[in-house]
Protein backbone atom coordinates (compact mmCIF):
# COMPACT_ATOMS: atom_id res chain seq x y z
CA UNK A 1 0.00 0.00 0.00
CA UNK A 2 2.91 2.44 0.75
CA UNK A 3 4.28 1.71 -2.61
CA UNK A 4 0.95 2.29 -4.42
CA UNK A 5 1.10 5.92 -2.49
CA UNK A 6 4.78 6.35 -3.63
CA UNK A 7 4.12 5.38 -7.08
CA UNK A 8 0.87 7.76 -7.24
CA UNK A 9 2.98 10.43 -5.57
CA UNK A 10 5.52 10.47 -8.55
CA UNK A 11 2.73 9.96 -11.34
CA UNK A 12 1.36 12.84 -10.31
CA UNK A 13 4.47 15.14 -10.13
CA UNK A 14 5.93 13.02 -13.82
CA UNK A 15 2.08 14.45 -14.95
CA UNK A 16 2.93 18.07 -14.07
CA UNK A 17 6.56 18.04 -14.97
CA UNK A 18 7.26 15.44 -17.92
CA UNK A 19 11.14 17.19 -17.87
CA UNK A 20 13.41 15.99 -20.57
CA UNK A 21 15.09 12.78 -21.12
CA UNK A 22 18.77 12.30 -19.98
CA UNK A 23 19.72 10.11 -22.80
CA UNK A 24 18.72 9.84 -26.82
CA UNK A 25 17.86 6.29 -25.84
CA UNK A 26 14.17 5.41 -27.61
CA UNK A 27 12.00 3.75 -25.16
CA UNK A 28 9.48 0.86 -25.74
CA UNK A 29 7.19 -0.07 -22.61
CA UNK A 30 5.90 -3.78 -22.45
CA UNK A 31 3.04 -4.94 -19.61
CA UNK A 32 4.79 -8.17 -19.90
CA UNK A 33 8.55 -9.92 -20.31
CA UNK A 34 7.54 -12.25 -22.99
CA UNK A 35 6.39 -8.94 -25.44
CA UNK A 36 10.04 -8.19 -25.23
CA UNK A 37 10.95 -11.26 -26.89
CA UNK A 38 8.69 -10.01 -30.15
CA UNK A 39 10.57 -6.20 -30.00
CA UNK A 40 13.98 -7.52 -30.05
CA UNK A 41 13.50 -10.15 -33.14
CA UNK A 42 12.17 -7.43 -35.06
CA UNK A 43 13.62 -4.38 -34.12
CA UNK A 44 16.71 -5.45 -32.76
CA UNK A 45 18.79 -2.64 -30.48
CA UNK A 46 16.80 0.04 -32.25
CA UNK A 47 15.17 0.39 -28.84
CA UNK A 48 15.71 -0.05 -25.17
CA UNK A 49 12.92 -2.20 -23.99
CA UNK A 50 11.03 -1.16 -20.45
CA UNK A 51 9.12 -4.13 -18.92
CA UNK A 52 6.23 -3.23 -16.95
CA UNK A 53 5.78 -6.40 -15.20
CA UNK A 54 9.47 -8.06 -14.64
CA UNK A 55 9.68 -12.16 -14.79
CA UNK A 56 9.10 -13.43 -11.20
CA UNK A 57 6.47 -10.90 -10.56
CA UNK A 58 2.30 -11.96 -10.36
CA UNK A 59 1.13 -9.84 -13.85
CA UNK A 60 -2.30 -9.59 -11.85
CA UNK A 61 -1.51 -7.84 -8.85
CA UNK A 62 1.77 -6.22 -9.62
CA UNK A 63 2.56 -2.07 -8.73
CA UNK A 64 5.18 -0.58 -10.74
CA UNK A 65 8.89 0.97 -9.59
CA UNK A 66 9.48 4.53 -9.79
CA UNK A 67 12.26 3.38 -12.41
CA UNK A 68 9.63 1.51 -14.48
CA UNK A 69 7.40 5.14 -14.26
CA UNK A 70 10.65 7.23 -15.53
CA UNK A 71 11.47 5.07 -18.50
CA UNK A 72 7.64 4.79 -19.47
CA UNK A 73 8.11 8.96 -19.53
CA UNK A 74 10.67 8.17 -22.17
CA UNK A 75 9.01 5.53 -24.57
CA UNK A 76 7.60 6.31 -27.77
CA UNK A 77 5.15 3.70 -27.74
CA UNK A 78 3.23 1.48 -25.01
CA UNK A 79 2.94 -2.27 -26.25
CA UNK A 80 -0.06 -3.68 -23.34
CA UNK A 81 -1.77 -7.10 -22.92
CA UNK A 82 -5.23 -5.47 -23.00
CA UNK A 83 -6.72 -7.84 -20.30
CA UNK A 84 -4.28 -8.07 -17.12
CA UNK A 85 -5.75 -7.43 -13.70
CA UNK A 86 -2.91 -4.93 -13.62
CA UNK A 87 -3.55 -3.20 -16.61
CA UNK A 88 -7.11 -2.29 -15.80
CA UNK A 89 -5.57 -0.31 -12.84
CA UNK A 90 -2.69 1.03 -13.79
CA UNK A 91 -2.89 1.83 -18.09
CA UNK A 92 -5.06 4.99 -18.05
CA UNK A 93 -2.93 6.63 -15.39
CA UNK A 94 0.30 5.57 -17.90
CA UNK A 95 -1.28 7.14 -20.67
CA UNK A 96 -1.56 10.36 -18.73
CA UNK A 97 1.88 10.60 -18.18
CA UNK A 98 2.57 10.05 -21.92
CA UNK A 99 0.03 11.24 -23.80
CA UNK A 100 2.00 11.02 -26.45
CA UNK A 101 3.19 7.56 -26.87
CA UNK A 102 1.83 5.47 -29.64
CA UNK A 103 -0.09 2.52 -28.00
CA UNK A 104 -0.87 -1.15 -28.76
CA UNK A 105 -3.37 -3.38 -26.87
CA UNK A 106 -2.21 -7.19 -28.65
CA UNK A 107 -5.83 -8.33 -26.81
CA UNK A 108 -7.32 -6.44 -29.55
CA UNK A 109 -6.19 -9.00 -32.54
CA UNK A 110 -7.00 -12.04 -30.51
CA UNK A 111 -10.26 -13.81 -30.20
CA UNK A 112 -10.41 -13.71 -26.32
CA UNK A 113 -11.27 -16.72 -23.42
CA UNK A 114 -14.01 -15.37 -21.99
CA UNK A 115 -12.75 -15.35 -18.01
CA UNK A 116 -15.01 -18.18 -15.69
CA UNK A 117 -13.64 -16.80 -12.64
CA UNK A 118 -12.46 -13.75 -11.13
CA UNK A 119 -8.81 -13.24 -9.18
CA UNK A 120 -8.33 -12.59 -5.57
CA UNK A 121 -9.30 -9.10 -4.52
CA UNK A 122 -11.48 -9.22 -7.82
CA UNK A 123 -12.95 -5.72 -6.39
CA UNK A 124 -10.00 -4.46 -8.21
CA UNK A 125 -8.11 -6.92 -10.44
CA UNK A 126 -11.25 -8.62 -12.44
CA UNK A 127 -10.61 -9.25 -15.77
CA UNK A 128 -13.18 -10.07 -18.19
CA UNK A 129 -11.02 -12.38 -20.30
CA UNK A 130 -8.07 -14.53 -20.02
CA UNK A 131 -5.05 -12.50 -20.57
CA UNK A 132 -2.39 -15.54 -21.22
CA UNK A 133 -2.50 -15.42 -24.97
CA UNK A 134 0.63 -14.78 -26.10
CA UNK A 135 1.67 -19.30 -25.01
CA UNK A 136 -0.13 -20.06 -27.97
CA UNK A 137 1.99 -19.93 -31.15
CA UNK A 138 -1.14 -19.64 -33.25
CA UNK A 139 -1.86 -15.83 -31.04
CA UNK A 140 2.05 -15.65 -31.45
CA UNK A 141 1.81 -15.25 -35.42
CA UNK A 142 -0.77 -12.47 -34.33
CA UNK A 143 1.69 -10.37 -31.79
CA UNK A 144 4.28 -10.93 -34.32
CA UNK A 145 2.35 -8.68 -37.24
CA UNK A 146 1.05 -6.56 -34.41
CA UNK A 147 4.67 -5.53 -33.48
CA UNK A 148 5.88 -5.46 -36.64
CA UNK A 149 3.26 -2.93 -37.91
CA UNK A 150 3.99 -0.60 -34.90
CA UNK A 151 7.74 -0.77 -35.03
CA UNK A 152 7.67 0.35 -38.96
CA UNK A 153 5.42 3.28 -37.48
CA UNK A 154 7.40 4.23 -35.49
CA UNK A 155 10.85 3.76 -37.43
CA UNK A 156 9.76 3.60 -41.17
CA UNK A 157 13.40 3.68 -42.52
CA UNK A 158 13.86 0.44 -41.23
CA UNK A 159 10.79 -1.03 -42.36
CA UNK A 160 12.46 -3.35 -44.70
CA UNK A 161 14.31 -4.68 -42.38
CA UNK A 162 12.06 -5.39 -39.72
CA UNK A 163 9.90 -6.80 -42.50
CA UNK A 164 13.09 -9.41 -42.95
CA UNK A 165 13.29 -9.79 -38.94
CA UNK A 166 9.74 -10.53 -39.10
CA UNK A 167 9.60 -13.34 -41.58
CA UNK A 168 12.50 -15.06 -39.90
CA UNK A 169 10.40 -14.60 -36.47
CA UNK A 170 7.32 -16.25 -38.61
CA UNK A 171 9.09 -18.88 -39.53
CA UNK A 172 10.21 -20.20 -35.71
CA UNK A 173 7.04 -19.70 -35.20
CA UNK A 174 5.47 -21.69 -37.49
CA UNK A 175 7.96 -24.59 -36.51
CA UNK A 176 6.42 -24.52 -33.31
CA UNK A 177 2.98 -24.35 -34.13
CA UNK A 178 3.78 -27.59 -36.36
CA UNK A 179 4.72 -28.84 -32.39
CA UNK A 180 1.70 -27.88 -30.77
CA UNK A 181 -0.17 -29.36 -33.27
CA UNK A 182 1.33 -32.40 -32.95
CA UNK A 183 0.11 -32.46 -29.32
CA UNK A 184 -3.85 -33.29 -30.15
CA UNK A 185 -2.60 -36.23 -32.28
CA UNK A 186 -1.06 -37.74 -28.83
CA UNK A 187 -3.25 -41.05 -28.53
CA UNK A 188 -2.87 -40.66 -24.56
CA UNK A 189 -5.06 -37.76 -24.41
CA UNK A 190 -5.67 -34.19 -24.26
CA UNK A 191 -6.40 -33.33 -20.78
CA UNK A 192 -3.65 -31.61 -18.56
CA UNK A 193 -3.68 -30.19 -14.89
CA UNK A 194 -2.30 -26.77 -14.05
CA UNK A 195 -2.41 -24.56 -10.49
CA UNK A 196 -2.90 -21.36 -12.38
CA UNK A 197 -4.88 -21.28 -15.67
CA UNK A 198 -2.60 -20.04 -18.18
CA UNK A 199 -2.40 -22.29 -20.92
CA UNK A 200 -5.97 -21.94 -22.08
CA UNK A 201 -5.59 -20.57 -25.41
CA UNK A 202 -3.09 -23.66 -25.91
CA UNK A 203 -5.21 -25.78 -25.12
CA UNK A 204 -8.39 -23.60 -27.55
CA UNK A 205 -5.76 -24.02 -30.75
CA UNK A 206 -4.47 -27.24 -30.16
CA UNK A 207 -7.61 -29.20 -29.46
CA UNK A 208 -6.52 -30.30 -25.99
CA UNK A 209 -8.10 -29.77 -22.46
CA UNK A 210 -6.93 -27.58 -19.80
CA UNK A 211 -7.95 -28.54 -16.09
CA UNK A 212 -7.24 -25.82 -13.54
CA UNK A 213 -6.24 -27.00 -9.89
CA UNK A 214 -7.14 -22.82 -8.77
CA UNK A 215 -10.94 -22.54 -7.67
CA UNK A 216 -12.69 -19.19 -8.71
CA UNK A 217 -9.20 -17.62 -8.72
CA UNK A 218 -8.24 -18.97 -4.95
CA UNK A 219 -6.66 -21.57 -4.00
CA UNK A 220 -9.20 -25.23 -4.04
CA UNK A 221 -11.08 -25.82 -0.86
CA UNK A 222 -10.58 -29.68 0.28
CA UNK A 223 -14.05 -30.39 -1.52
CA UNK A 224 -11.92 -29.10 -5.04
CA UNK A 225 -8.93 -31.18 -3.59
CA UNK A 226 -10.82 -33.82 -3.78
CA UNK A 227 -12.43 -33.69 -6.71
CA UNK A 228 -9.21 -32.83 -8.90
CA UNK A 229 -7.84 -35.56 -7.08
CA UNK A 230 -10.51 -38.34 -8.51
CA UNK A 231 -10.40 -36.69 -11.69
CA UNK A 232 -6.71 -36.65 -11.52
CA UNK A 233 -6.63 -40.80 -11.06
CA UNK A 234 -9.80 -41.31 -13.87
CA UNK A 235 -7.98 -39.44 -16.46
CA UNK A 236 -4.74 -41.26 -15.61
CA UNK A 237 -2.66 -37.44 -14.90
CA UNK A 238 0.58 -38.17 -14.07
CA UNK A 239 2.35 -34.69 -14.50
CA UNK A 240 0.82 -31.11 -12.63
CA UNK A 241 1.69 -28.11 -14.09
CA UNK A 242 2.86 -25.11 -11.93
CA UNK A 243 3.59 -21.39 -13.27
CA UNK A 244 6.84 -20.08 -11.38
CA UNK A 245 5.80 -17.39 -9.64
CA UNK A 246 2.69 -19.54 -7.99
CA UNK A 247 3.06 -21.64 -4.85
CA UNK A 248 3.06 -25.02 -5.72
CA UNK A 249 1.96 -26.61 -2.60
CA UNK A 250 -1.78 -27.75 -3.65
CA UNK A 251 0.50 -29.13 -6.61
CA UNK A 252 2.33 -30.99 -5.07
CA UNK A 253 -0.48 -32.05 -2.33
CA UNK A 254 -2.58 -33.61 -5.83
CA UNK A 255 0.54 -34.89 -7.45
CA UNK A 256 1.69 -36.72 -4.03
CA UNK A 257 -2.36 -38.05 -3.16
CA UNK A 258 -1.76 -39.53 -7.17
CA UNK A 259 1.73 -40.58 -7.59
CA UNK A 260 2.38 -38.11 -10.08
CA UNK A 261 5.52 -35.28 -10.42
CA UNK A 262 5.07 -31.50 -10.87
CA UNK A 263 6.60 -29.91 -13.47
CA UNK A 264 7.49 -26.20 -13.14
CA UNK A 265 6.66 -23.43 -16.20
CA UNK A 266 7.31 -20.42 -17.00
CA UNK A 267 5.21 -18.76 -19.29
CA UNK A 268 6.67 -15.23 -18.56
CA UNK A 269 10.16 -15.87 -19.46
CA UNK A 270 11.51 -13.12 -21.20
CA UNK A 271 12.71 -15.43 -23.84
CA UNK A 272 9.54 -16.12 -25.27
CA UNK A 273 10.42 -18.99 -27.83
CA UNK A 274 12.59 -21.08 -25.12
CA UNK A 275 10.20 -21.02 -22.78
CA UNK A 276 6.95 -21.83 -24.87
CA UNK A 277 9.33 -24.53 -26.75
CA UNK A 278 9.40 -25.93 -22.93
CA UNK A 279 6.33 -25.89 -22.18
CA UNK A 280 5.00 -27.70 -25.64
CA UNK A 281 7.83 -30.40 -24.69
CA UNK A 282 6.91 -30.87 -21.22
CA UNK A 283 3.06 -31.33 -22.17
CA UNK A 284 4.26 -33.95 -25.49
CA UNK A 285 6.09 -35.84 -22.25
CA UNK A 286 2.89 -35.61 -20.09
CA UNK A 287 0.65 -37.15 -22.56
CA UNK A 288 2.89 -39.67 -23.36
CA UNK A 289 3.54 -40.42 -19.48
CA UNK A 290 -0.35 -40.42 -18.58
CA UNK A 291 -0.55 -44.02 -21.52
CA UNK A 292 1.81 -45.68 -18.75
Same mark, same amino acid.
Given at each position: ?? $? ?8 ? +? +? ?35 ? *? ?20 ? !? ?18 ? !? ?9 ? &? ?16 ? #???? %?????? /? ?10 ? %? ?12 ? %? ?5 ? $? ?37 ? !? ?18 ? $???? &? *? ?7 ? =?????? =? ?6 ? =??? %? ?27 ? /?? #? ?6
Amino acid at each position: MK $RTFAVLTILS +L +LSCNPGSSDSGAKYITVSIAPFKYFVKEIAGDDFRVN *IMVPPGSNPHIYEPYPEQINQL !RKSVAYISNGFLGFEIVWLE !RFYTINPEMLK &LSLGAGIEPILSTHEHEH #SDVH %AEGADP /HFWVSPKCAGII %ASSVKDLLINLNPE %AGEEYGS $RYANLISKISEMDKKAQALSRESGGKDFMIFHPNLAYLA !RDYGLQEIAVEFEGKEPPPS $RMKE &L *IDLAREKNL =KTIFVQ =KEYDSKNA =KAI %ANEIGAGVVVIDPLSEDWLKSTMEIIASL /HS #SFINNTK
